[in-house]
């Protein structure tokens, strides 16, 4: 994967979002220095033919503000966590499989 702008991740995360149609509080939003880890093991994502998507930052600072802003827009999370190797930001769509 290759780093974006901030702006840019955000934008990709959104227009994902939206392309679902449902509202944004059905999302979650995290960031995470594993994404996969965090998205198919910690809130149990199903790897195939479901909504998620996930994005690289150049640094974990741009990787909370995307965070920050998608939450801000409604989205679930809690904000926060992780460390300078947290550059990747993720969203899904919540649902009786995932966690939360």
Known sequence: MIPQQAQTVLDDIVT???KQGGP??????????NWEDRLFNYHQVPRK???F???QCFNSTDARSV???LLKLGCDGGGGGGDQATVYVYAYLKGNQTSP
């Open 16 to 18: 994902h979002i939206n």
């Open 49 to 51: 033919d479901y909504w």
């Open 53 to 55: 998507i996930e994005r």
């Open 67 to 69: 965070e920050q802003a």
């Open 24 to 33: 944004y509080r059905a999302w979650y939003a995290g960031i995470a220095s």
